[in-house]
Each structure stands twice: as C-alpha cells, then as structure tokens.
C-alpha cells in the first residue's frame, strides 16, 4: 500500500503536493520562481530531536527578483549558525566596541593613557622628523666658582680619611663642573699646600688618578698656571709656599699629569715666589734618579693608610731614640707626624713593654717622664693610654715567660705611674701584683685526692 504523499504550509498557508526538494550549496545559483520550500543543509550539527534522530532544517524564502540578494541571504542564515566566539578580545565583524574602545579606525575609550612616543611612520600625519630617535637624559646644572670650592674641599677632607679615589670619583660624577675643572684641582692642591706632608701626598695621589676620568692634562696645566700667579698671596698663610708648589710641580710630571716642557717654557714674569717655585721644580728633576725619588717626594705615606707593622716598627724606632738622647719635642714631634691618633695605644704599649723588658731604673723613669708629658699635652689621650696598660695586663703571663719578674716591675712603675698622674686609681688597682696561676704541689694533690675520694659521713 502506498503512503499519501506529504504535504506541507507554504506562506500563504495552501496545502499542495511537496515538490522535488533540491539541495544548494553556497556557491550555487537560486533559480528565479514563485515561493517553495527548499532543504538547506548546513555545516553544523542540528539538534537531536525524537527518536526518528537528526531533523532536517528548512528554510522559507519568499520571492526575491534578484538572484544576489538570495545568496546574501543563505550566506547570513549559515553565518548566523556557526559556533565561532563573538565575545573575544575583537570582534570578528571588525565591529567597534562600546565607548569607541575598539574596532578600526577608532580613538580608543575615554579612560585610555595615551603613551606620548612620537610617530615612527612617515606616513603617519602625526609624524614628525625632529621627534624620531630623540634620548632624554637629566643633567645637573653648572657649578660656579665658589660653589666648586664649597664642593670639592669637603669630598677631599673625607678623601683624606679613607683614601679611595674611587669614592671620590663618583662623588665628583654627582656634579657638573662644566668649565671648571681646573678650579677642582686648584682648591685641592692649596689646601695640602696649607697642611703637612700625608695631605700633600695624598692630593698628588688624588690628582694622577682622577686624570682622564673627571679632568684632562689642560685643566692641570691651567690650576698650576693660577697657582704661579697668586702664589704671592699664598706666601703669606704658607711659609715655604713656593718651594712646596715646587714640589707639587715636580710630582705632577712625575705622574705623567704634566707635561716636561711646563717646566722649561713657563717664565715667571716679575713675580719671584714663581721663579722660585719653577727653579726648585728644575732642581729635583735634573736630579739622579729623580722620577723616582719624586715618588717619595713628600716622605713616607702617613696616617692609617700604612700597614700596622710599618707603624710598629717606626714607634719602637721613636721610643729607642728618646731613650738615648731624651729629647722630648723630637718624640713628640715624630708622633705627631705619624698621624695616627687613633693607634696610640700601641704606643704606650710598646714604652711599658720596653721598661718590663729592661728592668732597668733610667728606662723606667725616662718612660714615665715621656708618658706624662704626652698626657698632659693631651697627645695621648686618657682613654688610648688606658687601653695600652690593659694590653700589658692582658699579655702579662705571656710576657713572664721572657720576664721572670715582670709582676714586680710593673708593679712599682704602676704605681710611679699613678703618682704622676699618669694612670687612673681604678686602673691602677686592676694591676696585677702576682701571678693568677695557682701551682698545687703532688703532696697536696694526693692530700686533696684522699678527701675527695672518702666516703661521706
């Protein structure tokens, strides 16, 4: 028996025999006709309906009089049912977003920072030639001449403490001295020509390391050219100012900072403290094996830039020298130039060793007249001469290895001590008077074995 055949509602709702259905693909063409029904299938997956399984879609399309229209049409209806993402960060229709924050030829949202790069594309109409590879750096602005003197002579007093150069160098980094370079080496060098040799030595040292790293050769030649011309008025603060600019002179071609010609093409004109000051520089230079002797020309680096056996060994040498000639300014005057406050102690320590160690009247009463001499000129301070005798009360057993009798001796020079003034009365009492060790005889060993060793009552 065979089925009616299926019928169904068109768009005016009449009922007719379903025509031959014909598939279309998205390239076909749409035949020009009256209104039909037509089976579209589509790349996704349609919904499960019943139990009969996948159920076809269909697609009502009224009578359109041009063919491109009808294929925009199918186009849209298939768009519409892909399962590509519209919610990503763009819209894929190019579509801008709300707020004009996205989509092509858009400003951006109200609330966007706009990074201020200039316009790197030359069709860009915002381009601009002057803007494209342009670096901004800050600077600091120029020093003058007295605010380089008021910059440079606290960075060397420090220098002078510590002596890095390196320091310094970036201290200097901090600073424009644009045009004043020389003034930098100007005020460094008058100032250690006003002070003793450990500063000059150490401006000279300061003056070869900063060469090509903050000043060149010209600056220096320039510094010792005003140099030469007010050396007139340095004379008046500094005795000998023209010999010690000599010196400086002489030191700076040494170094290679300078060149040899400076010497020999610089005429002193009329003033003669600068005739003096060229003449010297000549003399050591002419002098045998002068490059190397101006090493030293300032005498030995002082200060705690030497090593501490160094230091030792030159206080040994200054206590030996005031024990046989007693002279006391010379012992003051040689500690004085070894500027090292800070490590008289071992000073002290060394004039209570020797007495220990010689055992001997003279000695002892030459020490302690040295050492109250210091004391009361305040050379050697309170708290360095304390700390001296507890060095000695702290090696004292040591020391009695060498000095069999070394409690006896220190004691009574303590106490020549304390009566001068010399020590405090709590120091004097923590002097030793005999030996800390006590030394337990084999009899009364076993004596104390036996008690130990008994039964308790």
């Avoid at 259905?21 to 589509?42: H, P, V, Y």
């Avoid at 004097?428 to 036996?450: A, Q």
Wanted: charge should be negative; glycine fraction near 8%; aromatic fraction near 6%.
């Amino acid at each position: 028996m065979a089925s009616p055949p299926k019928t169904t509602t068109d768009v005016e709702g009449a009922t007719d025999a379903e025509p031959p259905q014909e598939t279309f693909g998205m390239g076909d063409t749409l035949a020009s006709g009256s209104s039909r029904i037509i089976n579209i299938k589509l790349d996704g997956r349609a919904k499960h309906g019943s139990k009969g399984g996948r159920k076809a879609q269909q697609l009502a399309i009224s009578p359109m009089k041009d063919e491109s229209k009808q294929l925009v049409a199918l186009t849209a209806a298939k768009a519409k049912r892909t399962r590509r993402p519209r919610n990503g960060p763009r819209d894929i229709r190019g579509n801008p977003k709300k707020a004009g924050g996205g989509g092509k030829g858009t400003w951006g949202k109200i609330t966007d920072v706009v990074d201020g790069s200039a316009a790197s594309d030359s069709r860009d109409p915002n381009y601009d030639p002057a803007e494209v590879d342009v670096v901004m750096s800050s600077t600091a602005p120029p020093l003058e001449s007295d605010d380089v003197m008021r910059t440079v002579l606290p960075i060397f007093k420090e220098f002078c403490s510590h002596g890095d150069s390196e320091e310094v160098v970036d201290a200097f980094s901090e600073f424009n001295f644009a045009g004043q370079c020389s003034v930098v080496v100007h005020c460094i060098i008058e100032y250690a020509m006003e002070n003793h040799s450990n500063v000059r030595e150490l401006a000279s040292i300061l003056v070869s390391d900063l060469l090509d790293v903050c000043i060149t050769s010209r600056h220096i030649c320039d510094a010792f050219d005003d140099l030469l011309r007010d050396l007139h008025e340095l004379a008046l603060d500094t005795p000998g100012a023209a010999e010690i600019l000599g010196k400086f002179i002489a030191r700076a071609i040494a170094d290679d900072c300078l060149a040899p010609a400076f010497v020999q093409n610089r005429t002193p004109g009329d003033s003669d403290n600068a005739r003096v000051a060229l003449e010297h520089a000549r003399t050591l230079l002419s002098m045998k094996h002068g490059m190397v002797r101006l090493d030293t020309v300032w005498g030995p680096l002082g200060g705690g830039l030497r090593p501490v056996k160094v230091l030792e060994h030159q206080m040994e040498v200054i206590l030996q020298e005031f024990v046989s000639s007693e002279d006391q300014k010379e012992c003051e005057r040689c500690l004085r130039e070894l500027d090292v406050p800070h490590f008289h102690h071992e000073f002290v320590y060394l004039a209570v060793l020797m007495v220990l160690e010689s055992a001997g009247t003279s000695t002892a009463e030459a020490i302690a007249s040295c050492l109250k001499a210091m004391g009361s000129s305040n050379l050697v301070t309170p708290g360095q001469m304390e700390r001296g005798f507890r060095r000695i009360i702290d090696r004292v057993e040591d020391i009695r290895l060498d000095v069999p009798f070394v409690y006896q001796v220190l004691s009574s020079f303590s106490a020549r001590c304390r009566n001068d003034d010399i020590i405090s009365n709590e120091l004097f009492e923590d002097i030793p008077t005999s030996s800390r060790r006590r030394f337990i005889s084999d009899s009364e060993g076993d004596t104390r074995m036996e008690v130990s060793t008994s039964p308790s009552a």
